[in-house]
């Protein structure tokens, strides 16, 4: 399996980015896929998953400003980013964490995503 990401980018704070990550190949039946960031200094943190069956996580910060969906025919999932502040100036990796019937784990290419005060 390859990840292939999209969107990203510059943006001024209060500003908004679509990104996208879709998936080659075939896909495990029970798995999580989604986002993790991380800021020059600092640990990778999760930001935003979502399930096989639609159960979504954010990181704390990012609630009511992210959102994670998926289209599971096209096996890519989206995460729009609304309000971005400067502290959301990261790189930004998709996972694909497969749980069933295969356990893997795989990362895609980094993103920078850089929100300009």
């Known amino acids: 399996v390859q990840l292939q990401a999209s969107g990203g980018g510059l943006v001024q704070t209060g500003g908004y980015l679509r990104m996208s990550c879709a998936a ?14 991380q800021a020059p200094g600092n640990e990778r943190d999760l930001v935003a998953v979502i399930s096989s069956g639609g159960v979504t996580q954010y990181l704390e910060s990012v609630k009511g400003r992210f959102t994670i969906s998926r289209d599971s025919a096209k096996r890519t999932v989206y995460l729009q980013m609304n309000s971005l502040k ?9 996972n694909l964490h497969e749980l069933y019937p295969d356990v893997n784990n ?12």
């Not at 080659?24 to 960031?37: A, E, F, L």
């Open 24 to 37: 080659s190949g075939s896909v495990s039946s029970v798995y999580v896929m989604g986002w993790y960031r």
């Open 86 to 94: 400067p502290e959301d100036t990261a790189i930004y990796y998709c």
């Open 106 to 117: 795989y990362w895609g290419k980094g993103t920078l995503v850089t929100v300009s005060s």
